[in-house]
């Protein structure tokens, strides 16, 4: 399988809610994904999985407007939701289904954000790795050849 990663930086804010130690206090992570993209069919007439500015502009113009120097907040933490939303701030907090763990960051991003910005676009991302910090990451990962994640992609 061809591939081609695109490394995207930004910073960001969160609590795990309900975690046993330190990480249920706010706090905030200079993060790092790896987008690894597939061609759907094949090379472009150029010899290319996608350009790699394409995964810029897309996926990382998209974490740029909603994650980059955002908090990050699990719909359920209602308290924090509050005090957060009082405080000024240049940018609405993002709300999240889940806890926003690295995991839970990673998989939301291949799932939900992937498809919607990259579709059309003769790629597949099949796999997601978030670095939380310079010694801790996640990955996610799928199979790009699955029919349901085929059609995601408009495929």
Not at 122 to 137: L, P, Q, S
Request: proline share 5%; with cysteine.
């Amino acid at each position: 399988m061809q591939t081609c990663v695109r490394k995207i930086h930004f910073c960001y804010g969160h609590r795990v809610k309900n975690h046993e130690s330190k990480c249920a206090t706010l706090h905030g992570h200079n993060g790092v994904i790896w987008v690894h993209a597939t061609p759907i069919e094949g090379l472009d007439k150029l010899g290319r999985v996608i350009d790699f500015s394409v995964l810029k502009d897309k996926v990382g113009g998209w974490v740029d407007q909603y994650w980059d120097h955002t908090m990050i907040l699990f719909e359920q933490d209602t308290e924090t939701l509050e005090l957060v939303k009082k405080a000024p701030s240049f940018k609405e907090v993002f709300i999240l289904p889940k806890n926003p763990t690295a995991e839970n960051l990673a998989e939301y991003l291949l799932k939900e954000i992937c498809p919607k910005v990259l579709s059309g676009s003769g790629v597949i991302v099949h796999k997601i790795v978030f670095w939380e910090t310079e010694n801790c990451y996640a990955e996610q990962s799928l199979d790009p050849s699955s029919p349901e994640i085929r059609s995601l992609y408009g495929a």
